[in-house]
């Protein structure tokens, strides 16, 4: 192992995000290494030049910016890359080939297809069916009567994020239904899967873990809820309420600690899944899992691989205290090339 220090990049398009991001992710690297990471972020336009990157890093308590050419033991983490972010992240995991990546293109961009995920994952995900790009109204009228869903369907494109596009419909409202569904399929495919309604709440809601590698296995070990109407798109771009797992289920009277086992088991069988037969170099070794619970079972609705507000996670053993990427640093820390 180097004895230098290691820096992870942070390339993204958000600025004052990614800046509070890396104090964050330095601190908690105080907290787990004896000798912390370096965070740095650098806005994806100004990675044209690898041996010249300008840069905001966070260390020794302190911001910084400075130029450096990144080392072969060092990291990068694509974060927050806009609605173009799929077309983005190629292109910036191409121009850092070589180099350690936390969520390469490749195995990103087939968890970013709802309908590879819905393959891979198999009945971990609710019941669905494909509706390809260009489904006439008739053929969808007729696969939507054979779907077994007795309450609510949800719709969405096969490939998308936070909430883009998707909708929740009575499966009983086939007009309205079918005519959604044609008019996302005259640009994309469409994924439809029966909606799971949260037990013991009227209220609909998902908890998004971060599941982290640490070297030798994956780690849920924080999360953060958001909570929305019975019938809405539990989404915060979309107007759901971001809120604390711990608070969420005290809320709703449910047992955190029985719950807590069951996100953990879950997750961590989830991103196995997801990493089968895939090399270390390849692997997505950091992401976030969306679930939902229905009669004690866990359903997961969603994995990204370039999960949105890490800024909202805390620890699922301590309620108060900010985690975002956990034993991920003593992995970063002991890596390298």
């Keep these: 192992m180097s004895n230098s220090v290691r820096r992870v990049f942070i390339i993204s398009l958000k600025t004052r995000q990614s800046i509070r991001l890396i104090k964050d992710l330095y601190l908690e690297s105080v907290e787990y290494l004896s000798s912390p990471l370096i965070f740095s972020f650098i806005h994806y336009r100004d990675i044209t030049n690898l041996k010249d990157l300008s840069i905001v890093e966070y260390f020794d308590f302190s911001y910084r910016r400075a130029t450096v050419k990144p080392k072969r033991d060092d990291f990068f983490f694509f974060w927050e890359l806009g609605v173009e972010e799929e077309a983005l992240h190629k292109k910036l995991s191409y121009l850092t080939v070589g180099f350690n990546q936390l969520n390469p293109y490749t195995i990103s961009e087939n968890v970013s297809d709802k309908l590879w995920l819905h393959k891979r994952l198999k009945d971990a995900m609710p019941p669905y069916i494909c509706f390809p790009k260009g489904s006439v109204l008739q053929e969808i009228r007729r696969k939507l009567r054979d779907f077994e869903s007795e309450d609510l369907?949800?719709?969405?494109?096969?490939?998308?994020?936070?909430?883009?596009?998707?909708?929740?419909?009575?499966?009983?409202?086939?007009?309205?239904?079918?005519?959604?569904?044609?008019?996302?399929?005259?640009?994309?495919?469409?994924?439809?899967?029966?909606?799971?309604?949260?037990?013991?709440?009227?209220?609909?809601?998902?908890?998004?873990?971060?599941?982290?590698?640490?070297?030798?296995?994956?780690?849920?070990?924080?999360?953060?809820?958001?909570?929305?109407?019975?019938?809405?798109?539990?989404?915060?771009?979309?107007?759901?309420?971001?809120?604390?797992?711990?608070?969420?289920?005290?809320q709703l009277g449910m047992n955190y600690n029985e719950f807590r086992h069951l996100i953990k088991v879950r997750s961590q069988q989830v991103s196995y899944t997801i990493n089968r037969d895939m090399s270390e170099e390849n692997m997505l070794k950091y992401m976030g899992i969306d679930l939902v619970f229905s009669d004690e079972k866990v359903f997961v609705i969603d994995v990204n691989p370039r999960p949105s507000g890490l800024q909202y996670l805390r620890s699922l053993e301590n309620p108060e205290k900010i985690c975002i990427f956990g034993n991920l640093h003593r992995y970063i820390y002991s890596s390298s090339k």
Excluded: M
């Excluded at 909708?167 to 005519?179: C, G, K, M, V």
């Excluded at 604390?244 to 005290?250: D, I, P, Q, V």
């Design 153 to 250: 369907v949800i719709v969405k494109p096969r490939k998308g994020t936070e909430g883009w596009g998707v909708r929740i419909f009575p499966i009983e409202n086939l007009d309205a239904l079918s005519e959604y569904v044609s008019k996302l399929c005259r640009g994309y495919d469409v994924i439809l899967e029966k909606f799971i309604r949260p037990s013991r709440s009227s209220c609909n809601f998902v908890v998004r873990i971060a599941s982290a590698f640490d070297g030798e296995t994956f780690r849920a070990e924080s999360s953060f809820s958001i909570l929305a109407g019975q019938t809405e798109v539990a989404s915060h771009l979309r107007g759901g309420r971001i809120l604390s797992t711990y608070e969420l289920f005290t």
